[in-house]
């Protein structure tokens, strides 16, 4: 099935993904690597709400131009590197929408299962067409400490995608099945 | 002469790297495209539609532009070989803010970015010393993604050549999705530890679909492709027939008692330009 969905998302739109659909997104989303990750857990408050935000594993190459940044290329990074992050992140930041590449392990496949969140994958390396969905860039967070790849940069994009739910909140990872060789 | 030309030329390269596939490596991923369905499918489709897109708007194709990689032929009667590496260097950090590059450089004490991908030991470069008076550079620019994914394996010398395809199908097959399949796969078979890795880096430079000359070898090639392709992880681990687009294998002579395999991962991305200096400082980049 292919969704054309508004983000934030509500649960029961979350719930009728599954793996192997296909799924276009139109909201906010903010990025978030290994760093990212690690100082927000730490941090008591946070100066945005990523509970009305997709988490989007990317560090992109930005560019500023009379003060004011573009994208230049954002595709996704690999998702695993988050694996030890992901379960307390989702019961901290009740976002819904992840989208990464490569995959996530057990861990993360239980706290989508139990917070009601769908891991999708972005083709990875499809920086110039993902810059090209992102309509404004609506903030960056820690810039100065975590640099261009690591800080937080909020996205607001159209009809991003095709993102593959590759690992739904019923259990279901498109990854398994595979790795058997 | 005039070394601001030069050192424009090399920015042209490092542009031209980024923002352009080689037509073999697209080719290959057309053919992809023809013969996957589903899913996969729609990632190949992606992947066109994003070279495509590079090349028309000139903006780098990933937003991971990698570690500056440069592998240079330097004809020895070249005029001004004492200021190539200054040139290469300013190179990069003009490319950096022009092209522009992402700041990749980070100091593994400090977790501090030099911003302008050059550092400690960076841009990467390995020289060679040719006759003649023309300098050959490609550059390869190399993502973080593809290269966590490259293996040393130290084999026991006893397991042969079957061995060592084992291993190089195996570790691609635990590498799943991580490095952006459909990868690019240079095997170095042999030499010490840090030169079967090597070797296995220098087999990307070769254009996909070449076939390594020696019969024997271009054997294993053909086997490791089809081998890595029946394990079905596919266009981003996700499912499908193509995980590798090529394999290329190099081979150096061994110790007796070892048998390196150095495996060095390209994501489809497989970004590789050309360019010769002439001594007149005059260039092309290709």
Known sequence: MEYHINIPADKDEI?????GDILYVTGKMFTARDEAHHMMLEKEEIPFDPSEMALYHCGPLMKEENGKWQVVSAGPTTSSRMEIFEDKFLEKFSTNIIIGKGGMGGRTKKALQKYICVYTSYTGGAGALAADKVEKVEGVYWLDKLGMPEAVWVFKVKEFGPLVVAMDSHGKSIYEHLKKG | ????????????????????????????????????DGVAKTQIDAILKNIDLAKKSGRPMCQDTGIQTFFIEVGIDFSFINRLKDLMNNAVKKATLEVPLRPNTVDPFTGENHKDNTGDHLPYITWDFVDGNDVHITALPKGGGSENMSKLGMLKPGVGIE???????????????????PTVVGVGIGGGADLSLKLGKRALLRPVDDRHKDKNIAAVEEELIKRINASGIGPMGLGGKTTVLDVHVEKAHRHPASLPV????????????????HSDGSWEVK
């Not at chain 2, 920015?11 to 031209?16: G, N």
Request: charged share 35%; glycine share 6%; hydrophobic share 40%.
């Open chain 2, 163 to 181: 061995g060592v395809k084992d291993f190089v199908v195996e570790e691609m097959i635990k590498s799943a999705g991580n490095p952006c399949p």
């Open chain 1, 15 to 19: 719930k009728k993904l599954e793996v």
């Open chain 2, 1 to 36: 002469m005039n070394l601001k030309n030069i050192e424009d030329g090399i920015v042209e390269l490092i542009r031209k790297a980024e923002t352009e596939l080689p037509d073999d490596v697209v080719k290959s991923l057309e053919h992809a495209y023809e013969i996957e």
């Open chain 2, 262 to 277: 150095g495996i060095a991962v390209q994501c489809w991305a497989d970004r590789r330009a050309k360019m010769v200096i």
